[in-house]
T-cell receptor, first 114, second 112 residues
Framework: NAGVMQNPRHLVRRRGQEARLRCSPM?????VYWYRQLPEEGLKFMVY????????ESGMPKERFSAEFPKEGPSILRIQQVVRGDSAAYFC????????????FGQGTRLTVV | SQQGEEDPQALSIQEGENATMNCSYKTSINNLQWYRQNSGRGLVHLILIRSNEREKHSGRLRVTLDTSKKSSSLLITASRAADTASYFCATDEGTSGSRLTFGEGTQLTVNP
């Protein structure tokens, strides 16, 4: 049973380009969470999705950021028109149930905006 | 201060010594989890302790939870150089799936 898979591991984008980050949850997990980690800081929650539904996006910036978790395929975190401040590590986690269960994290995608 | 705040921010000890890290939080929780993160890597889940539990062990790790004080501690016994990492506590408040609120972490350095 493979763990949470994120790709790419490293992503470099120029200012104004789009960044697409992918996350495949663990087998059997239908709940996905995205977090962002700035250097020397803890993780900050961005969005919580179940298959085809956004449940909680209270941590997502209102503009340029979007997330989806289609019926088939990985969850996608999309950042449009990236700026230098978007440079961070983005982690995805998945859980088998909605509440009170362990969340398993991927290795993260390190986004660098140049 | 924020939910899931660790103390100390940094800790340096010698191999073989014990390391204790503390975490305080503000709201009621379903559970509290501890994670380890090696530099530039992903998070490794260490222990989940539920709100009705007071203590949990896993190998050289011991976690306590005091809901009346809204605090938790992580004890690593007989530390090894390989334990060098950042340690985060994360609280699940039960408000949104298994969404976690992380603290800023404790950087542990174990010197050989």
């Amino acid at each position: 049973n493979a763990g949470v898979m994120q790709n790419p591991r490293h992503l470099v984008r120029r200012r104004g380009q789009e960044a697409r980050l992918r996350c495949s949850p663990m087998k059997g997990h239908s709940h996905v969470y995205w977090y962002r980690q700035l250097p020397e800081e803890g993780l900050k929650f961005m969005v919580y999705l179940q298959k085809e539904n956004i449940i909680d996006e209270s941590g997502m910036p209102k503009e340029r950021f979007s997330a989806e978790f289609p019926k088939e395929g990985p969850s996608i975190l999309r950042i449009q028109q990236v700026v230098r401040g978007d440079s961070a590590a983005y982690f995805c986690a998945s859980s088998p149930a909605g509440t009170n269960t362990e969340a398993f994290f991927g290795q993260g995608t390190r986004l660098t905006v140049v | 201060s924020q939910q899931g705040e660790e103390d100390p921010q940094a800790l340096s000890i010698q191999e073989g010594e014990n390391a204790t890290m503390n975490c305080s939080y503000k709201t009621s929780i379903n559970n509290l989890q501890w994670y380890r993160q090696n530099s530039g890597r992903g998070l490794v889940h260490l222990i989940l302790i539920r709100s009705n539990e007071r203590e949990k062990h896993s190998g050289r790790l011991r976690v306590t939870l005091d809901t009346s004080k809204k605090s938790s501690s992580l004890l690593i016994t007989a530390s090894r150089a390989a334990d060098t990492a950042s340690y985060f506590c994360a609280t699940d408040e039960g408000t949104s799936g298994s969404r976690l609120t992380f603290g800023e972490g404790t950087q542990l350095t174990v010197n050989p």
